[in-house]
């Protein structure tokens, strides 16, 4: 915004030393004006930033509609604007962040629900094996409990979000780190 007044400020210059005529500066101007109507409105799709950012964080829920939708949408909403807006940046790298460890911690999980010894013995009889309960609840109650966590780290995220506030999701394995940061 700042840019396009002085453009039109060097605009109004060039005018009145009468380097440029009438038609070129509102030809210029028109162009100018309309160029930055357009940018603002486009890539944020009329929503204020904050209104954006949470977007980004609560777009996640979608997994539950279906698994690739919680991870496209939350890149789409942040690769659209990253160059632009800093503060949509930093949201954006805190989700996929945590999409990334919630993966990684879901798949730990995963295993520990299912022993190594099931995966390698392939028995003719379809009877319950009594030996893998113990491993069934010990996977299970994990996974209850991240799946918990995960819901309420993008609520918290999102509504942070939603008052201007950057909120880091705790558990969170730092792979997207903005550039020249430890």
């Not at 162009?31 to 777009?59: A, D, M, V």
């Not at 279906?66 to 940046?89: A, F, K, M, S």
């Amino acid at each position: 915004m700042k840019k396009n007044l002085e453009n039109l400020e060097r605009l109004g210059a060039l005018l009145n030393d009468g380097v440029i005529t009438e038609e070129e500066f509102n030809y210029q101007k028109s162009k100018l004006l309309s160029t930055s109507t357009f940018t603002l409105s486009n890539n944020l799709f009329g929503l204020n930033e904050n209104t954006y950012c949470f977007l980004i964080h609560i777009s996640v829920l979608l997994g539950f509609v279906h698994l690739l939708l919680g991870l496209v949408v939350p890149i789409i909403l942040w690769t659209l604007n990253r160059e632009n807006n800093p503060t949509i940046d930093q949201h954006g790298r805190n989700v996929l962040n945590w999409i990334l460890s919630f993966t990684i911690y879901l798949l730990i999980t995963t295993i520990i629900i299912f022993p190594m010894n099931n995966f390698m013995q392939f028995p003719m009889s379809h009877s319950f094996n009594l030996n893998a309960l113990p491993s069934l609840f010990t996977g299970i109650f994990p996974v209850t409990i991240l799946m918990i966590l995960n819901v309420l780290f993008i609520l918290i995220g999102a509504l942070k979000a939603s008052t201007g506030k950057l909120w880091k999701y705790p558990l969170s394995i730092r792979f997207f780190k903005k550039a020249g940061l430890a």
